[in-house]
């Protein structure tokens, strides 16, 4: 798996699962990512939610001796409306920075404009299955296989496990699979906070490890 899909796959379990829907009021979510112990990232979420569409937006970038040896950042929006319940992405916007190179992905219908490092490569067709940020953030449960894409590249996210906790909650296993058949496997635990249902912790393994906390929010 590329370093750049790497951080990528981190970017989409950092973010992964929360689940909402149409009528949610606007929350602020912040996350920290770690490496055993060792603090090596935080991410930042908004999400608008209102019956006529959505609004997300984020950023995450690593930190700590992380942010020394391998400095990397990442701003993402995406905006849509609802069909039959169901989030559709009508704009979305990535860009990467890492070691001194850029990406920026980017699209409006159903192409894909990539630009990388400056230069703009042709436009693309629209990956299969929802971009992440809108299916990950605005689904309605964990139970539900899915294709999701950042514009560009493609994963399988396998449901494996689905309970619900004792105290109240949501826990889930995903198997997430990428396009060279490369696999990681998250754990995620979930709670109702301010209407939506938030992670409050993942763990991953496999591919990628790592273990990431929400450690702060605000309701509007």
Same mark, same amino acid.
């Given at each position: #798996?590329?370093?750049?899909?790497?951080?990528?796959?981190?970017? $989409? $379990?950092?973010? *992964?699962?929360?689940?909402?829907?149409?009528? =949610?009021?606007? #929350?602020?979510?912040? @996350?920290? =990512?770690?490496?055993?112990?060792?603090?090596?990232?935080?991410?930042?979420?908004?999400? &608008?939610?209102?019956?006529?569409?959505?609004? $997300?937006?984020?950023?995450?970038?690593?930190? +700590?001796? #992380?942010?020394?040896? /391998?400095?990397?950042?990442?701003?993402?929006?995406? /905006?849509?409306?609802?069909?039959?319940?169901?989030? !559709?992405?009508?704009? @979305?916007? *990535?860009?990467?920075?890492?070691? +001194?190179?850029?990406?920026? $992905?980017? @699209?409006? +219908?159903?192409?894909?404009?990539?630009?990388?490092?400056?230069?703009?490569?042709?436009? #693309?067709?629209?990956?299969?299955?929802?971009?992440?940020? /809108?299916?990950?953030?605005?689904?309605?449960?964990?139970?539900?296989?899915?294709?999701?894409? &950042?514009?560009?590249?493609?994963?399988? !996210?396998k449901p494996?496990?689905?309970?619900?906790?004792?105290? +109240?909650?949501? @826990?889930?296993?995903?198997?997430? !699979?990428?396009? &060279? =058949?490369?696999?990681?496997?998250? /754990?995620?635990?979930?709670?109702?906070?301010?209407g939506l249902?938030?992670? !409050?912790?993942?763990?991953?393994?496999?591919?990628?490890?790592?273990?990431?906390?929400?450690?702060?929010?605000? *309701? &509007?």
């Amino acid at each position: #798996m590329s370093s750049l899909r790497q951080k990528c796959l981190i970017s $989409i $379990i950092a973010g *992964v699962l929360v689940l909402s829907g149409p009528g =949610a009021n606007a #929350m602020l979510l912040d @996350y920290a =990512a770690y490496l055993g112990d060792t603090k090596v990232g935080e991410a930042q979420v908004s999400i &608008d939610v209102a019956e006529t569409g959505y609004r $997300i937006k984020g950023k995450a970038q690593s930190t +700590g001796l #992380m942010g020394l040896f /391998s400095k990397w950042k990442s701003l993402f929006t995406t /905006s849509g409306f609802f069909s039959f319940g169901k989030p !559709v992405a009508s704009s @979305y916007q *990535v860009t990467e920075e890492a070691g +001194g190179k850029n990406k920026h $992905i980017e @699209y409006a +219908g159903d192409k894909v404009v990539v630009t990388k490092n400056g230069k703009r490569r042709n436009p #693309m067709p629209l990956p299969a299955g929802t971009d992440f940020w /809108s299916l990950l953030f605005l689904s309605e449960d964990c139970g539900e296989e899915r294709l999701v894409h &950042d514009g560009k590249d493609l994963w399988q !996210v396998k449901p494996r496990v689905s309970e619900e906790l004792p105290q +109240g909650g949501q @826990y889930c296993e995903f198997e997430v !699979v990428d396009e &060279d =058949a490369e696999r990681s496997f998250a /754990s995620v635990w979930l709670q109702q906070i301010g209407g939506l249902t938030v992670p !409050v912790q993942v763990e991953l393994n496999g591919a990628m490890r790592g273990t990431f906390k929400l450690t702060d929010h605000a *309701v &509007d």
